[in-house]
């Protein structure tokens, strides 16, 4: 008869459970070290991307662009006298390109565009000069003008080019900065209106000439007009300036005060005396005074505050 052997048999199934056991351990170890491969390898490319980031965000300090709105009061300085103008309020907008050569110094240009209305008055005004009429002859001419109001309009193109030294303080960026604004006049014009006379005195004759409009020669003649060109060159203005940058994600807000020197007088075709009258006994009605900056030694200054968005 078989007899069954129970040592034998319990044996083998304590070798099997063994057996099974290590194949589990090995598994779940694997599985283990698979796991802490894939933690370090994720691990690793959140690392890497936050180098990238820092990496772009060093990179972005090098270039900046700025949108910018500005407003300020400007003053134009007259050498003569007699001629009052009062300061006027420039606003405008534009666009700026900053290059960070290194930490605490910039180099910005840009483009913009500034509207400035500007009005002057002469209240009472004389003179008198030598002329030729259009026979030749010699006459002394007598000028003068009362209660003369004019309004000047302006829109410029600007495209400044400066330096800025910068000092920071925890997140934020204070400047200071010098630079020079290139002008162009896209518009210039006046509107003018007053009392005016122009006599001619002929000395040879002991004649005056006060009334005699066909011939150019008339006494406080009440005259007006509109929108006449003025002709102006391009101006250069030197400026220096203080600014700070306040902190932001992915922006920045920005403020900044400018001083704009006096610059070069702009005006072309200066005339010797203002309201000179017609030439060569030319008719009043076909002529007009020009400007009051047409006159003299003129030059603009001025300052502006500027606000905007750096990115």
Known sequence: MYKYNFTSSLGRVLSLLILLTALSTG??????????????SVD??????????INTEEENKLFSMLIFGHGGMFEWQHSNNAVTIDPS??????????????????????????????DANVQNYSVTMMA????????????????????????????????????????????????????????????????FSHQG??????????????????????????????EMNNLLMPFVGLGVVFPGKKSHFF????YYLPGEDPFKEKQDVLF??????GSPSFYNNPSVMSNGEVSL???????????
């Not at 011939?215 to 060109?229: A, F, N, V, W």
């Not at 000179?276 to 006994?281: A, K, L, Q, W």
């Not at 200054?301 to 990115?311: A, E, H, Q, Y």
């Open 27 to 40: 598994i779940m170890g694997q599985n283990n070290q698979q796991n802490d491969l894939l933690k370090t």
């Open 255 to 258: 403020f900044e005060a400018r």
């Open 89 to 118: 309020i420039v606003y405008g907008g534009g666009l700026a390109f900053n290059f960070r050569v290194v930490d605490w110094l910039e180099i910005s240009s840009g483009a913009g565009i500034s509207v400035q209305t500007t």
């Open 201 to 230: 005195y002929y000395k040879q004759y002991d004649l005056l000439i006060d009334d005699l409009m066909s011939s150019g020669y008339y006494t406080d003649l009440s005259k007006s007009h509109e929108e006449e060109d003025i």
């Open 276 to 281: 000179p009258g017609p030439d060569y006994n």
């Open 132 to 195: 030729v009429d259009n026979e030749g002859d010699p006459y002394e001419k007598r000028i003068s003008a009362s209660g003369v109001e004019e309004s000047q309009q302006y829109l410029w193109v600007e495209f400044p080019l400066l330096v800025r030294y910068f000092y920071t303080a925890g997140n934020w960026d204070f400047f200071a900065e010098a630079g020079a604004e290139y002008r162009m006049p896209v518009k210039s014009t006046y509107d003018q209106s007053g009392i």
């Open 44 to 53: 690793q490319s959140k690392e890497q991307s936050r180098l990238t980031e």
């Open 301 to 311: 200054s001025g300052i502006k505050g500027i606000v905007g968005i750096r990115f």
